[in-house]
């Protein structure tokens, strides 16, 4: 038998095995497939999608099965990264492209799809892609029906079950059967969950033996057991398999059996169920498998396991995607713990608001941008020299470079660039590797509140790239006028709405001192005014504030009112050098402050020089690198960290 997995030390806790997609889901809901004009995408297919579950969840886990070497593929290999989900065993096919799948929202419980998997990447998994060592640093592996339908994917899952049982790991089985993968319907019927064959259940009977755990819907178990009716086939699957078996049924919640099968159907183990709307069934089956794999693989009782499978697949039907939308660990015990007054999960915004800060893109522990997002102010610098404003446009160019150049490719560098000079910037940016770039979207100087190019700002920023940050400057000051007041809190709301639509992050700067009094409490009762509203930005931009008391009152509210708060960055306002190293200092016991957004300290001097013709553009990017080198060693200083 060999070794026995340490199943407290063991590497992994779960590899799953078998598809990987990209699905492209119809953004139109109620609508014909054939009617589609838009789709979200996200990774699919049911091993991947549980892979990501099971890592929100807590668990660590890994995908076993092989990608296209094209764009597609490496969005899988990269999104499954960002999820925390192991990559080791995910192999690069250079001559197929990765599986495909086109659905849409037609109806309740109803969503076409289409299947693009001829010759995919996926399906041809084989025996040689099966390392046992890696397969033996897991404590248990998901094998998954489909990948029975062809000679060398079985071959590769039952190498994959031997390796694991020899050393003494676990065997789950997903029966996840889709007829049409079987060839027993046609392209069309990709949502058709039952077509009778003796070939498969033969095939897939096989499996049992070897399993621990197996998990299915009705249609499902009969598949796998042949039998014509749920109990018959629950029964003869225990006559093949002491594994425990968890019965889906949808709506009603599951029923596990662990030991021998009664004549009641219902004499199971039943874990707590949660009524829900039902807005799209796809995905929600692997959503259910991550919480109970979470709840069995934990050592949790199979009630807990089953209740917090329900739960996740509560999550999943009552959203639009399959993996992006599954719960993280934290989600669901909130979920658990307050439940929700909507049936629709998609409505709650306390709810809504944990799941989008516990599944940002990336981690930004600190931040240190050279801001070139500025208008008006290098307007002015252009006239003052006589040049074409043009010319800032490749000014802000060089901006980029000489940021890229201190930054070389460390984490925690990043900048503020704007569309109506930056355009050219932005795409220099992309060159480079920096942590974050925020966009803004405020008409300069505007007070109240004005947006830059149309007041419509969701229809703006679903063009934008899906990393890049909202930045809105707003003048807002708690002693303002009620009006005026009123006025900005209703813009900053819609913005954020937009924000959260579009799954983008929004970065908001307040700046008081130029319209009233700052003292230490003049920025916590701002944030506690928009908070109010529940505005909830992903960071805050600030200027520096005079004490560490102000420091403490503002974190306190942050902490408070959301405590995912990525943190805040300061403001320069084209503060001298040593004025914001003494502000960086003053930040020193206020850990929510992350780092700064600096420009005109760093840029105004070049920017200058170089549009009156009196320095070259070698000389500016040295000019601006250096300040903003020097900018950010002081930045590490305060912060007790050295530059890397």
Known sequence: MGEAVDAKHAPLDVITIGRASVDLYGQQIGSRLEDITSFAKSVGGCPANISVGTARLGLRSALLTRVGDEQMGRFIREQLTREGVSVAGLRTDPDRLTALVLLSVEDEGVSPMI???????????????????????????????????????????????????????????????????????????????????????????????????????????????????????????????????????????????????????????????????????????????????????????????????????????????????????????????????????????????????????????????????????LDDVAAKAGADPSRIHDFKVLTVKAAAKVAAGRAGYGMLLDEKYGREAMFEFARHSFAWLGRPVELPGSRPLRFEFSQDIGSQLIEWPVDHCIKCLCFYHPDDPEALKTEQQQKLKSLFEAARKVGRELLIEIIAGKHGKLDDTTIPRALEELYALDIKPDWWKLEPQASAGAWAKIEAVILKNDPWCRGIVLLGLEAPQDELEAAFAATAKAPIVKGFAVGRTIFINAAEQWLAGKMSDDEAVADMASRFERLTEAWLAACGRKAA
């Open 115 to 377: 299947f693009y998997r001829s010759d995919c990447a996926d399906m041809a998994l084989a025996e040689e892609d099966i390392d046992e060592t890696f397969i033996a640093s897991a404590r248990a592996i998901v094998v998954t029906g489909t990948h029975f339908s062809r000679p060398n994917s079985d071959a590769a899952q039952r190498k994959a079950i031997r390796t694991i049982k020899a050393k003494g790991g676990k065997v789950v089985f997903d029966i996840d059967y889709r007829p049409n993968l079987w060839g027993l319907a046609g392209h069309a019927e990709g949502f058709e969950r039952y077509v009778k064959s003796d070939r498969v259940s033969a095939q897939l009977k096989t499996v049992l033996p070897d399993c621990d755990l197996i998990v299915g819907t009705e249609e499902e178990i009969m598949i796998a057991s042949g039998a014509d009716d749920c109990l018959s086939a629950l029964k003869t699957i225990r006559s093949l398999s002491k594994a425990t078996i968890v019965l889906k049924r949808g709506a009603m919640g599951c029923i596990v059996y662990d030991g021998p099968i009664s004549d009641d159907l219902e004499d199971g183990i039943v874990g707590k169920g949660f009524p829900i709307e039902v807005y799209n069934v796809l995905g929600a089956g692997d959503a259910f498998m991550s919480g109970f794999l979470r709840g069995w693989l934990g050592e949790e009782s199979l009630e807990t396991a089953a209740t917090w499978a329900n739960a996740c697949g509560a999550f999943a039907v009552s959203r639009l995607l399959c993996a992006p939308e599954y719960p993280t660990f934290e989600e669901l015990q909130f979920f658990l713990k307050n439940g929700s007054k909507h049936l629709a999960l998609r409505k709650d915004e306390a709810i809504n608001h944990i799941h989008w800060a516990t599944t940002r893109r990336r981690d930004i522990p600190s931040l240190m941008a050279l801001a070139c997002d500025h208008r008006i102010q």
